[in-house]
Nanobody, 125 residues
């Protein structure tokens, strides 16, 4: 089973960009579809987007479509979340997660097998 570690979070002004990374170790990364989720204070964890095992398929929540892009490099065992045109509403802890079933379009938290520890993203207005 893989272990996941996110990085790249921080403080950014509204309209700015950040790229999050999620590095996997200890397993066969390419066997997993990958998802990004976020959780704001007092709110439930929500799906941001997912990417297929090969990287050929992606799926996004409506709230981030057109602003966020997910990609992966299986040679580097890493998945990325490029976030552009950030808004204060994007402030949250961002988590990557691995789904052994390959269902990268699955938005349900409980479907994902492995989670990272999260990285904080704060967008100031």
């Amino acid at each position: 089973q893989v272990q996941l570690v996110e990085s790249g979070g921080g403080l950014v002004q509204a309209g700015g960009s950040l790229r999050l990374s999620c590095a996997a170790s200890g397993g066969t990364f390419s066997r997993y579809a990958m998802g990004w989720f976020r959780q704001a204070p007092g709110k439930e964890r929500e799906f941001v987007g997912g990417i297929s095992r090969s990287g050929g398929g992606t799926y996004y929540a409506d709230s981030v479509k057109g602003r966020f892009t997910i990609s992966r490099d299986n040679a580097k065992n890493t998945v990325y979340l490029q976030m552009n045109s950030l808004e204060p509403e994007d402030t949250a802890v961002y988590y990557c997660a691995a789904d052994g079933s390959g269902r990268y379009y699955d938005t349900r938290v409980h479907e994902y097998d492995v989670w990272g520890q999260g990285t904080q993203v704060t967008v100031s207005s």
